[in-house]
């Protein structure tokens, strides 16, 4: 069993910054790509960024330059730096990762979501 636990959400300022982590726990074989995934208030689930082990990483062109997603293999955790905080950065941000429990059988695990709400 596999379980994804996000921390670090809340409520900023526009212009703001957030650190969100993600640490995977469990039966872990190995993970291949990590990410995040965000849903604001009716409307779909998104991409934010994602991340392999190799360290290729893909962003939503939403945030750009202004988010970064890095992951610490040892420590099987992903974060996401988010700064210069926009209110349509408001949603709910899921972790997410590809990870195998037995060799090359890779399955989707998700966190339980961290709210992050940009406000003045």
């Known amino acids: 069993q596999v379980q994804l636990v996000e921390s670090g959400g809340g409520l900023v300022q526009p212009g703001g910054s957030l650190r969100l982590s993600c640490a995977a726990s469990?039966?872990?074989?190995?993970?291949?790509?990590m990410g995040w995934y965000r849903q604001a208030p009716g409307k779909q689930r998104e991409l934010v960024a994602a991340?392999?082990?190799?360290?290729?990483?893909n962003y939503a062109d939403s945030v750009k330059g202004r988010f970064t997603i890095s992951r610490d293999n040892a420590k099987n955790t992903v974060y996401l730096q988010m700064n210069s905080l926009k209110p349509d950065d408001t949603a709910v941000y899921y972790c997410?990762?590809?990870?195998?429990?037995?060799?090359?059988?890779?399955?989707?695990?998700w966190g339980q979501g961290t709210q992050v709400t940009v406000s003045s």
């Open positions: 997410t990762g590809a990870i195998a429990t037995v060799p090359s059988l890779f399955d989707d695990y």
């Open positions: 991340i392999t082990s190799g360290g290729s990483t």
């Open positions: 469990g039966s872990i074989f190995s993970i291949y790509a």
